[in-house]
């Protein structure tokens, strides 16, 4: 009987968190554009993507769409799942369905596990950070998923034998590793160690042995079928990938083989274009292949013990050749070669310091209320996971000394998220790159600068002088910062985010879009409890009485407000906590008294003399700061549109003329002649309802302006054009007749004239939905899938 010969190809799907710490959103990112962030872009190039591969024929023309989750090993990073959760659901759908499937397909052992919570470097970090990631990433992972977890990935698979006993203690029954992180080997059975580093033998699990009885079993993937996925181009095709994999099975081993590879999950998609294709590909060409199974690791360890064991290079990983010095030293592991990295020992030692700081403070003031305070970190996770106050109270229930009062409760809450804060400070990221100033160092200290504020404002002391001096130290590249202290001051402090500053960009925004009486502003929600407003002119007094608290912490300020708005981008909002009713009405009064008198100095002075802080436009937040200000901008432009079109009018027929006479058009009425037209395609467009036809006038405006030789921007027409594409399609769903598929066809044909994106990617998923879901239908379906790009002949 022939040996098993076994196959799992593991993607390590992770980016770090994101988030504004402040406010928990992902803030614009020019760096990703077109997209809004990073977390958006790499969902569109490859999470979302792997959800829905297209397998094709020789002419590129679609054969199947499969779901690569359901045939893989994973793990998606809490952070990243998180993410994906509020801005991505149906891919996070998708990807829980997937880990459904491969459960029921594997006898129980389902395909994705779990990740340390924020991929902080386990071997540099204490041991009660280390228990509290692992539970935090398992507890995550039971969320998501909806079980236990077999299996942990460590970030960047750094580990030590601390880091494994904590895995072994927490019931995590494998984690994978770098082969040269293998130290030696021997059969369980006994016998001699045989030192091995990178030549382990892959095809095999081995068990690691730690105190107390407790086990782990390792395995270390195959270097370099890995190297050549995530650095070779192995992905431009699939038959390469499998190729590549079969190839790796030996005559001369005895016994069950498994072949296996662990590399990014972005590489397929992201860092490589179509790689999830030829990992589609790849899959399915395997599938038939009646000489190997394609498994995972916990089906595989299941059916094959260990048989060897194994011990592990202390403090290695798999992407510093040089152990874990890569965040911690300039140890010549980097991305651009003509940049040093000085900067890192400064930089972990600053937060280090910082840590020293937070930690016994923390021990000291949660021991109060709280029976076992790092027992609480560990539970903590359950409240980040759901903010409901139910879960809130279930929690200080379980971990309270004794019941607590409003203000104990609060400060019990604003020491947890000190220490969220303080464990966030250390995600890997914020080493792994080539300059302190980059996105994710600045999100590395953006959460230190956190922290720092919580031990402010809990009575722990000013520290920020002295970890801007700490950070003066670490050398930065560019030369317009110098060092870290300036990266801080220059990119995280005008980030920092207090009530104050929450009540302000309310204030502000209000004038734009209006709020409800009870807003949520982010993390925040701001009840408006009294309001007064006046205008002349383009002038604009209004003044507020509001309340603002956090969702996360409770913490709640009250607050009065006047803000006077000159027109366009002149504004200001000065505000001071609330004094009491007797206070604020005798603001009030004397304010709209003022403005009541058209005196705008009057009023500046009023302003002065009631109020301490005023903030502006560049207070905002930075997403809301950009929408106002194309708003503004729009305005300014709306008072010219009428000179736009009036010489449009005028100058057409000579431009139309210039044209035909094979003359060049002058610059100034090419412009006009291109905003013109543009404006008024998009306007048509807009107009656009779900399923709707395409504008007729819209074409011909298209039209012209091709034969003038102008190339019209349309993009903002792509939101309502992809929702009369998929509106159309909803339709033939529930009633496939001709004329309806007729009617996507014409939308599908007449956006590929106008050269509007429709959202191709999501109405191939849609139609192939219906086509499985509705055989009967296929007939009159057909045509639908050719102009969308499908050759379903024989499809199931």
């Known amino acids: 009987m022939t040996a098993p ?28 554009a077109p997209f809004h962030d990073w977390n958006t872009r790499i969902t569109a190039e490859c999470y979302a993507p792997n959800t829905a591969a297209r397998r094709v024929d020789q002419a590129n023309r679609i054969l199947d769409i499969v779901d690569n989750f359901e045939r893989i090993s994973f793990d998606v990073g809490p952070t990243l799942f998180a993410w994906l959760e509020r801005e991505a659901p149906a891919v996070a759908r998708a990807i829980v369905s997937a880990d459904r499937a491969s459960v029921a397909a594997r006898g129980g052992h389902g395909n994705a596990f779990a990740q340390v919570y924020n991929h902080q470097i386990m071997p540099l970090a204490s041991r009660a950070d280390k228990v509290t990631q692992v539970q935090w990433g398992l507890a995550d992972f039971r969320r998501r998923f909806g079980r236990e977890a077999e299996g942990l990935w460590l970030p960047e698979t750094a580990a030590d034998d601390e880091t494994l006993e904590v895995l072994a203690e927490a019931g995590v029954k494998f984690t ?4 040269g992180q293998a130290h030696r080997v021997r059969p369980l059975a006994g016998g001699a160690w045989q030192e091995v580093g990178a030549a382990v033998d892959p095809s095999r699990p081995y068990q690691w042995r730690g105190p107390r009885g407790l086990t782990l079993a390792l395995f270390f993937y195959d270097g370099p079928i890995s190297r050549a996925i995530a650095f070779e181009h192995v992905l431009e095709r699939g038959e390469k990938l499998a190729a590549r994999l079969t190839a790796a099975f030996s005559a001369e081993r005895n016994g069950p083989q498994l072949v296996h590879c662990a590399t990014d999950g972005e590489s397929y998609g992201h860092h490589f274009r179509f790689g999830e294709m030829a990992l ?38 798999w992407s510093c050749a040089h152990g874990v010095e890569r965040w911690r030293a300039d140890c010549g592991c980097r991305v651009r070669a003509d940049w040093h990295q000085r900067w890192r020992a400064p930089l972990r030692e600053a937060l280090d310091w910082l840590r020293d700081l937070v930690d016994p403070f923390y021990a000291a003031r949660a021991g109060v209320w709280l029976r076992d305070p790092w027992a609480a970190r560990d539970a903590y996770v359950g409240v980040v996971l759901d903010r409901s106050p139910a879960e809130l109270d279930a929690f200080l229930h379980e971990h309270q000394r004794v019941p607590l009062d409003a203000a104990a409760r609060l400060e019990t809450r604003r020491l947890l998220e000190l220490q969220r804060n303080r464990m966030l400070m250390y995600t890997s990221c914020g080493w792994f790159f080539d300059e302190i100033s980059g996105l994710e160092p600045v999100q590395v200290l953006r959460y230190a600068a956190m922290a720092l504020q919580y031990l402010r404002d809990l009575g722990g002391g000013h520290h920020e002088p002295e970890f801007e001096k700490r950070l003066s130290a670490a050398p930065s590249n560019v030369a317009e910062y110098g060092d870290g202290g300036e990266v801080y001051r220059r990119l995280v402090m005008p980030t920092v985010v207090d009530l104050r500053r929450v009540v302000a960009h309310y204030a502000i925004t209000d004038l734009f879009e209006d709020h409800p009486d009870d807003a949520a502003v982010h993390a925040y929600r701001v ?10 002119g383009g002038t604009t007094l209004r003044i507020a009485h509001v309340r603002v608290q956090s969702q996360i912490t409770g913490e709640a300020w009250e607050a009065m407000y006047a803000l006077l708005h000159f027109g366009g981008h002149d504004v200001t909002c000065a505000l001071r906590a609330w004094e009491g009713r007797a206070a604020y009405d005798r603001m009030k009064e004397d304010l709209l008294r003022r403005f009541a008198h058209h005196s705008l100095a009057d009023m500046v002075r009023g302003l002065d003399e009631f109020f301490p802080a005023e903030f502006a436009l560049p207070h905002l937040f930075l997403d809301e700061r950009r929408q106002v200000l194309a708003r503004v901008i729009a305005s300014v432009l709306d008072k010219h549109e009428e000179t736009y079109r009036r010489i449009w009018e005028e100058n057409h027929k000579l431009v139309r003329y210039l044209r035909q006479a094979d003359a060049p058009i002058p610059e100034a009425l090419a412009i006009v002649a291109r905003h013109v037209l543009e404006q008024e395609a998009r306007a048509e467009l807009a107009r656009l309802g779900d399923g709707g036809a395409l504008p ?3 074409a011909e405006l298209v039209r012209e302006a091709r034969a003038l030789g102008l190339t019209l921007d349309l993009t903002p027409a792509t939101p309502a054009l992809r929702r009369a594409v998929l509106g159309a399609l909803d339709a033939v769903a529930a009633e496939p007749g001709a004329e309806r598929v007729a009617a996507v066809q014409r939308l599908v044909q007449e956006a590929g004239v106008l050269g509007v994106d429709f959202g191709l990617w999501e109405a191939q998923n ?7 879901a509705q055989p009967e239908a296929r007939p009159v379906l057909e045509p639908l899938a050719a102009a969308l790009g499908f050759n379903l002949n024989g499809a199931p």
């Open 527 to 536: 009840a408006r409890l009294d309001q007064a407003r006046d205008a002349y």
């Open 766 to 772: 849609r139609l192939f939905e219906i086509w499985r």
């Open 176 to 179: 994978i590793l770098a082969p």
């Open 280 to 317: 589609a590909s790849a899959l399915e060409q395997l599938a038939g292949d009646d000489t190997v199974e394609l498994t995972n690791y916990g089906a595989f360890l299941a059916a094959h013990p260990p048989t060897w064991e194994a011990q592990i290079q202390q403090g290695s990983s």
């Open 696 to 698: 007729e006038r819209a």
């Open 5 to 32: 010969r076994a196959i799992v190809i593991h993607g390590h799907f992770y980016q770090p968190p994101r988030e504004n710490p402040w406010l928990e959103a992902v803030e614009v990112q020019d760096s990703a």
